[in-house]
């Protein structure tokens, strides 16, 4: 399998293959979320201190918060599969 990566803002890079989902961080059960990985160390914060745009989730039940926008971060995932299935359309 190979693997993809996804810049997520200020150099960061999380595996394509491992996300779940890609969401915005203004809902409570979200917010919920974060705090449950918080208490688990399971919470990686990539947002140099910045307000957090997107919340990332992982099969690994990890959580990654991004200052950059969710439709950012989803555009970045689709134009990155698009890339490597070669399809000349698209572009």
Do not use: C, W
Request: net charge negative.
């Amino acid at each position: 399998m190979e693997v993809k990566l996804i810049n997520i803002g200020f150099g960061n890079i999380v595996s394509a293959n491992r996300v779940v989902a890609i969401v915005s961080p203004e809902s409570a059960p979200i917010k919920r979320i974060i705090q449950d990985a918080k208490d688990n160390g399971k919470l990686i914060d990539a947002t140099y201190g910045r307000r957090t745009r997107a919340v990332i989730i992982t099969d690994s039940e990890h959580v990654v918060l991004s200052a950059i926008q969710p439709e950012t971060v989803a555009h970045r995932f689709l134009s990155k599969e698009v890339a490597d299935s070669g399809n000349p359309e698209v572009e």
